[in-house]
């Protein structure tokens, strides 16, 4: 951060830069695992409680979120794992068999409840407990999941309220290094074509095009982990304001990777149409320096789109910084296109291949100006009910998606019978004379004249619908049936 910073806002700056002070993470873990010792100590867990402090060190994790996450997990792999050998050990002891039981049993509830990492935790702790045996396996199960409580609960409260660490400068740093990486590529693209061009030169550039995806990732990762950092934090308010800048910036600079590994591609392909001694011949070298100075102007409009994303200096100034960088861009673009202009009907080839070139360059630009937009929304934390809320709409959907025949064709069966309903009520109503409403004389069995116009209704709707499956296309071997129609 900025002295000037500092100078300005200290106490701000300390606390921005808190969670990133060399070993306050060890600290935070050292601390947990005491806590977390002494509280099992007192609440007389077992005799010799190592699993809570042992609980603590393993949940305190880099975010608030991963530490609950951690915690939550390790306390349900405790309790499956005992539940597990509770039931064995009041059965069996411990023998070969009930081992391999045990251990298949568990790794398959592990895996039924999707721990992942935790899912070893199963097994472990049933074995545990299934050494013990007899009847003090209870009380040793009851000892490992009160331990793990209190482990998990000290880790969390711990990291929650010491330091709540929020990743926004890591992020931030990522993604404007970055940019300056992809600045400094284009730079040295530029230099080679300054000095000279050929088709190995070409390939090499290609193949040093491709592999900048792989720091594309690593910015996306630091960048998630920024926006988990919100998450159940009292500090997450400056991930709130600063992920939309740099979610902008580097959904925007991952379009310029593809951009520029195009454009290597475009310039590597043009030399296959010429022999390789004369493949420096491609472009004219007026052509070659207007396209060196190009790529100069579109580095540094990259190195304006870092410090947006880097926030060492006001947005805005680097924003009307990256405006004119771009401004630039635009002109040399231009003066390129004026250079590398043929006739068609004489070099199609060339004609294409030019014109693909330039539409790259255009790419380049109109990317680099939407990495410093500004966002249109603001950014909220993932809600901590979205993931079963999600798994949810799944079901839901999957089943309508299943059983979409049975669920309209009973849709279409309650709305008839309630027409049937509703047009007998009427029919009664209708009448308010209540003798001419009851027959004299009713032959025995015989049903109402309501009711027996209710019971018509409904065989006829029946038969409607029978009607409507005979005259439905029966459905080829293979394919699904036809859904119904929706009203």
Known sequence: MRLTTYLRHPWAAVLARWGRIPGIRTAKVTLAAVLAYVAADLLNTTATPILAPLTAILVVQVTVYQTVAEGLQRVLSVLAGVLVAVVLASVVGLSWWSLGAVVAVSLVLGQVLRLGSHTLEVPISAMLVLAVGGAAAPQAAAGRVYETLVGAAIGIAVNFAIAPPVHVESAGSAVAGLATRLGEFLRSLAAQLRAGWSRNAAQDWLTAARGLSASVLEAD?????????????????????????????????????????????????????????????????????????????????????????????????????????????????????????????????????????????????????????????????????????????????????????????SRQAVRRMMDVAAEAAAANLANPDPRAARPHRQDAGASPPVEQAAADALRAAADSLAEEDAAKPQPRQGTAEPEADQE
């Open 221 to 409: 990762h630091s960048l998630v982990q920024a926006e988990q950092s919100a998450v159940l934090n009292p500090r997450g308010g400056q991930v709130r304001v600063a992920q939309p800048r740099l979610r902008t910036a580097l959904t925007a600079i991952e379009y310029c990777t593809i951009v520029i590994r195009t454009l290597c591609r475009e310039v590597f392909d043009r030399t296959f149409y010429l022999p390789p001694e004369l493949a420096a011949e491609v472009y004219p070298s007026a052509a070659r320096l207007a396209l060196a100075d190009v790529l100069d102007a579109a580095a540094a409009a990259l190195d304006g789109v870092a410090a947006v994303a880097a926030g060492d200096e006001p947005v805005e100034t680097s924003r009307a910084q990256v405006a004119e960088q771009l401004d630039e861009l635009y002109r040399r673009r231009e003066l390129l296109g004026r250079l590398l202009v043929v006739d068609p009907r004489a070099d199609a080839a060339a004609w294409q291949q030019h014109g693909a070139l330039l539409t790259a360059v255009d790419r380049l630009r109109v990317e680099i100006e939407a990495a410093v937009r500004p966002a249109d929304q603001p950014w909220r934390p993932p809600s901590l009910t979205e993931g079963p809320r999600r798994a949810a709409r799944r079901v839901v959907g999957a089943a309508e998606q299943t059983l979409p025949l049975v669920t309209d064709r």
